[in-house]
């Protein structure tokens, strides 16, 4: 084999080597940057998921405080109702021991 056929060999075993490297280091800049995106990407996702939990969280006790509401005016309501059954109940009441006591 000549010598210029061993020179073309080696300098293209030198260049593969090269372009393997080059390969190798885009290989790892492309992961780096892939879990750089992905470390983005959920960092937002989580950002916005908590966000929405916060809107969540308003919105239910917003709709906790309204029902509540809406429980205490219907209870005040009855409570309003049994005393008035009661103070007729009590008038009732006294009317007919009167009307024993005088009657007899």
Same mark, same amino acid.
């Given at each position: 084999?000549?010598?210029?056929?061993?020179?073309?060999?080696?300098?293209?075993?030198?260049?593969?080597?090269?372009?393997? #490297? %080059?390969? @190798?280091? $885009? +290989?790892?800049?492309?992961? !780096? /940057?892939?879990?750089?995106?992905? &470390?983005? *990407?959920? =960092?937002?996702?989580?950002?916005? #998921? %908590?966000? @929405?939990? $916060? +809107?969540?969280?308003?919105? !239910? /006790?917003?709709?906790?405080?309204? &029902?509540? *509401?809406? =429980?205490?005016?219907?209870?005040? #309501? %009855?409570?309003?109702?049994?005393?008035?059954?009661?103070?007729?109940?009590?008038?009732?009441?006294?009317?007919?021991?009167?009307?024993?006591?005088?009657?007899?």
């Amino acid at each position: 084999m000549s010598f210029e056929a061993i020179k073309g060999i080696s300098d293209a075993e030198v260049l593969g080597k090269a372009r393997i #490297a %080059e390969a @190798e280091a $885009k +290989a790892r800049q492309m992961l !780096a /940057d892939a879990e750089e995106s992905g &470390k983005a *990407a959920l =960092l937002a996702a989580n950002s916005r #998921a %908590e966000t @929405e939990l $916060k +809107a969540l969280r308003e919105k !239910a /006790d917003q709709q906790a405080a309204e &029902k509540t *509401a809406a =429980l205490e005016r219907e209870m005040l #309501a %009855e409570a309003d109702q049994l005393r008035q059954r009661a103070k007729q109940k009590l008038e009732d009441a006294a009317a007919l021991v009167v009307e024993r006591i005088v009657g007899d």
